[in-house]
């Protein structure tokens, strides 16, 4: 029976484990320098001349960082955070986590959240904006940042999937904005589990150390040196959101192929989006817009015709060996939720979404099957 899974990560073995060894053989001794290195490697590779703080998560890394845009502290319960519905859990549960109350919004044609149904959702209460660049399609930024200037509220980029995407010829995460990635074991550069946050202040950089760090203010190497026994290690109380040297290992192995990558998943998405078109009752769903100069096709996803059964669709393939899923669940619709607010396009990706199996080595053949199978099904679906 053939197998193809629906993702997984583009790791060079050799590559990894020559990394990770050098990690293992360092026992750590210098205290954390390859996390130090893979900060610098992630803002190399963007251009950038902000900072990078490297945390055990991006779920974390969206924690601190709104913690950070309101004076680094958490909110009341008064405080309301926009967040697209069309996201991950993760989005929606840390506006929780930090004390404050979600006001849900729809995304556009493009997956993303949008100007317009963002503003409608302003209150005098409104404290921050979460914006979600999905499967690595970003945002309008510029206009999102005027809406952030007009009404002076910070934005805080959910920029999990978009690491290697661009905007207008710059890379998601060297932004104004706080940024956080994710290095999740299916993203595009992955560490097998990790985040990293971007800020443009050297100030703001070392508060987020600190709070990954159980609010240290004495750095690894310094903290068990006798000239510091008898001084002030902690001035704030953090937790341990520290990525570890491993990981960055694996990181920085992952970053020196990356672009092959890039093209390999352009290959294999440019060539679903040209069969897909013949195929009667689906649509494709990662349409990039014009001021996306760059896509980094995190996942591939498309769109059922309402006369089919989703989850029946999704039940066929997979018994076929075919690693598919539904779409992106619409956070305000969990059971834990419940919300009876109105998102259109949110509602028909929940209800109507399927994702296809997607990684930068899988091959035409494997593909042909994919969509040999999905017609077969569909066919005999009517």
């Known amino acids: 029976m053939v197998n193809i899974p629906l993702g997984k990560p583009f790791l060079k073995t050799k590559t990894v484990m020559d990394s990770v060894e050098k990690v293992i053989e360092s026992r ?10 893979f900060e610098d490697a992630v803002k190399d590779y963007n251009n950038d001349e902000g900072y990078y703080v490297a945390v055990s998560n991006a779920t974390t890394g969206l924690e601190l960082a709104l913690q950070l845009v309101n004076g680094k502290k958490k909110f009341n319960s008064n405080d309301e955070i926009i967040v697209p519905s069309w996201s991950w859990v993760a989005s929606g549960w840390v506006v929780y986590n930090v004390g404050a109350k979600p006001v849900w919004c729809d995304v556009n044609n493009y997956g993303v959240p949008y100007v317009d149904d963002i ?19 970003p945002c309008d930024i510029d206009e999102i940042n005027k809406l952030s200037e007009k009404y002076d509220i910070p934005i805080v980029e959910d920029s999990a999937c978009g690491f290697g995407s661009e905007y207008k010829g710059v890379k998601i995460g060297n932004t104004k ?8 074991a299916r993203k595009c550069l992955t560490t097998g589990e990790g985040g990293m946050i971007s800020v443009r202040e050297e ?13 240290t203010t004495v750095s690894p190497l310094k903290r068990d040196s006798a000239a510091y026994l008898l ?3 902690f ?14 290992a694996v990181g920085l192995a992952h970053l020196s192929y990356f672009d092959e990558e890039i093209k390999l998943r352009n290959r294999a998405g440019e060539y679903y989006n040209s069969e897909l078109v013949n195929i009667d009752g689906v649509n494709i769903g990662n349409i990039v817009p014009e001021y996306c100069t760059r896509y980094n096709w995190q996942n591939y996803h498309c769109i059922l015709d309402k006369r089919y059964d989703r989850d029946l669709i999704v039940d066929k393939l997979r018994k076929s060996g075919i690693g598919c899923k539904w779409d992106i669940q619409a956070i305000h619709l969990e059971p834990i939720i419940n919300s009876d607010i109105d998102l259109k396009n949110t509602e028909m990706y929940h209800n109507q979404g399927l994702w296809l199996p997607f990684f930068a080595e899988i091959t035409e053949e494997q593909q042909n099957y994919v969509l040999k199978t999905l017609c077969q099904i569909l066919e005999g679906s009517k």
């Open 203 to 215: 100030e703001d950089s070392e508060w987020l150390k600190s709070m990954r760090a159980f609010g």
């Open 235 to 248: 001035d704030k109380i953090g937790t341990n959101y520290k990525m570890n040297d491993i990981q960055a």
């Open 231 to 233: 001084k002030e290690q």
């Open 119 to 137: 503003e409608k959702r302003i209150t005098k209460n409104t404290k921050a904006i979460i914006i979600v660049h999905q499967m690595g399609i």
């Open 28 to 37: 750590w001794i210098s205290g954390g320098p390859t996390i130090n290195k």
């Open 177 to 184: 904005n706080v940024s956080v990635y994710s290095f999740q």
